[in-house]
C-alpha cells in the first residue's frame, strides 16, 4: 500500500464514501480506485488528485498534503545515480537493499529523516 492510498482510503472511510460511488463521481471505475487505495496502480495524474481533493472537500494544507503523499506514492521508486557521487550510489544501493526488511516503524523513521532533510535543502 502506499501513503497515498492509505491516506485516500481513510478519508473516503471517514466521510462515508463507498468506493462504487466515489468511483463514479470521479469516472473512474471501481477497480481503478481499489487499485489506487492499495498501491497496486501507480502515482495518479496531478489532475487525478485534484478531482479527488475537490470531491472530498480538501482544501488548503489538507488538499497539499494529500497532493504531496501522491507524489511520494511511486511504488517503483527509481534512482539514478549516474551523474551523482560514488558515496551517493553506494547510498542508494543500501537503501534498496535494507529498506524492504526493515518494520514499518523503521520505515516511518527512515522517512521522517529523509523529509527533514528535504526540506532543509
Request: net charge neutral; hydrophobic share 45%; proline share 4%.
Amino acid at each position: 500500500m502506499t501513503p497515498f492510498g492509505n491516506q485516500l482510503r481513510q478519508l473516503r472511510q471517514e466521510k462515508g464514501i463507498t468506493m462504487a460511488v466515489m468511483a463514479k463521481t470521479l469516472g473512474v471505475t471501481s477497480a481503478y480506485l481499489s487499485q489506487l487505495e492499495t498501491g497496486k496502480k501507480g502515482q495518479p495524474s496531478a489532475v487525478m488528485v485534484d478531482r479527488i481533493c475537490a470531491m472530498l472537500g480538501l482544501i488548503w494544507d489538507d488538499a497539499e498534503a494529500l497532493k504531496d503523499l501522491a507524489r511520494l506514492s511511486k511504488p517503483r521508486a527509481v534512482i539514478d545515480t549516474s551523474t551523482l557521487g560514488p558515496e551517493a550510489t553506494r547510498a542508494a544501493n543500501l537503501m534498496a537493499e535494507v529498506l524492504p526488511r526493515v518494520d514499518d516503524d523503521e520505515a516511518k523513521l527512515m522517512a521522517e529523516w529523509l523529509n527533514e532533510r528535504r526540506q532543509s535543502l
